[in-house]
Each structure stands twice: as structure tokens, then as C-alpha cells.
T-cell receptor
């Protein structure tokens, strides 16, 4: 079974600084997708960024970027120029191939605090 | 385009009762998945529906069931509620089941409290 591990239950960053959230996963599949979702206090899960395993290039979305290390099964999220609105719980998620459909496996989450 | 909607947003029930939660996917989305979120167990997959058929099921007891209608709207039902069923229930929709490359978009959730 696939597992996703986020080893940092809590992280904090100063406004305008950069922070990196860690995620590791375990799988025997070769084709899969990885995601970072953000869940603010409203509890609405919001997609931040996604990465296709077959792509070597790291995904970027504005201030958000990932460091995808396939051999190490590592998928970290870097938030640059942190803003107060970035404060939220961040979940790393994994989805495998066709046999699992749309099923996502989530990590435990990292609570990010942004200090003014 | 309207996002995923879930009703009701909050629900209070007592042990032994049953409950039905509803999810309307984004227009054009045909796959609906359900997740349970609790402080102790985190986010866990319940089931996925596509074209009115259950495609995938997580490791939950038979008290948890669901269905999908021809307009892609989905309901999940929990019978004989237990205190441990108190959770945030999240629904997510995606475009199609034909490829897992479609991204899931989540609704705001239904907060169920069992007393």
C-alpha cells in the first residue's frame, strides 16, 4: 500500500521569507501524481500544485514550487515570499495509476504559521 | 463555473441515527469521491463514483454507503451512527475516470457531529 509521510507537524515562517515543507512517499508504481493541497481555517481544500512523476522538471505555480526527487521518493513544497494568507494546513497527496481511479492518499499534514 | 457544493454544511445527530450527505460536482465533472477527515485518522478515502457506479472503496464498514445519480450528484449515507463517525466529510469531483491525470476539486465539507 502506498503511504505518504509529512514529518513536520508544524512550521512557521516570517512574512516575506521562504519556507520548505517536506513530504516523502512510498510506492512501487512508476506512473503517479503528487499534489500539495492547502486547507485554511475555512476547511476548504485548495489545490496548490501538482507534479507528474514522469516529468523530470519541477512544477512551479507563482510563489509555489516543488523539489521532486523521484529516486528518493521525496516531494517538498517551497513557498517563496510568504504571505499571511499562506497560513494553513498543507497536505501532501499521492495518486497512483488507473486501477485506483481518483483515490488520493494523504499525508498527516503540516500546519504552517506565517508571522507578520 | 460554480465549484463543488455540499449540503448540509453542519449536522448534529445522535448515536444510532442515520444521515445522508449530498454533493453536487462541478458542472461537467463525472467522478465524485468522498473523504472523511478526523483529527486522529486524518484524511481517509471512503469511495468514488463514476457514471452511477462505485469504482473504488476505502476501508470503511458497510454502514457507510453511497450512490451517484445520472446528473453526477452524489449522496453518502451513514447508518447506525457511532460517536467515532463525527468528522468533516469532504467531497471532491474530477472531470472523468478515464485518466487519473484529472485533478480533484474539493467542496467545503459537511461537519457531522454525533452525540
Amino acid at each position: 500500500a502506498q503511504t505518504v509521510t509529512q514529518s513536520q507537524p508544524e512550521m512557521s515562517v516570517q512574512e516575506a521569507e521562504t519556507v520548505t515543507l517536506s513530504c516523502t512517499y512510498d510506492t512501487s508504481e512508476s506512473d503517479y501524481y503528487l499534489f500539495w493541497y492547502k486547507q485554511p481555517p475555512s476547511r476548504q481544500m485548495i489545490l496548490v500544485i501538482r507534479q507528474e512523476a514522469y516529468k523530470q522538471q519541477n512544477a512551479t505555480e507563482n510563489r509555489f514550487s516543488v523539489n521532486f526527487q523521484k529516486a528518493a521518493k521525496s516531494f517538498s513544497l517551497k513557498i517563496s515570499d510568504s504571505q499571511l494568507g499562506d497560513a494553513a494546513m498543507y497536505f501532501c497527496a499521492y495518486r497512483t495509476g488507473e486501477t485506483s481511479g481518483s483515490r488520493l492518499t494523504f499525508g498527516e499534514g503540516t500546519q504552517l504559521t506565517v508571522n507578520p | 463555473k460554480a465549484g463543488v457544493t455540499q449540503t448540509p454544511r453542519y449536522l448534529i445527530k445522535t448515536r444510532g441515527q442515520q444521515v445522508t450527505l449530498s454533493c453536487s460536482p462541478i458542472s461537467g465533472h463525472r467522478s465524485v469521491s468522498w473523504y472523511q477527515q478526523t483529527p486522529g485518522q486524518g484524511l481517509q478515502f471512503l469511495f468514488e463514483y463514476f457514471s452511477e457506479t462505485q469504482r473504488n472503496k476505502g476501508n470503511f464498514p458497510g454502514r457507510f454507503s453511497g450512490r451517484q445519480f445520472s446528473n453526477s450528484r452524489s449522496e453518502m449515507n451513514v447508518s447506525t451512527l457511532e460517536l467515532g463517525d463525527s468528522a468533516l466529510y469532504l467531497c471532491a469531483s474530477s472531470l472523468a475516470r478515464d485518466t487519473f491525470r484529472n485533478t480533484q476539486y474539493f467542496g467545503p465539507g459537511t461537519r457531522l457531529t454525533v452525540l
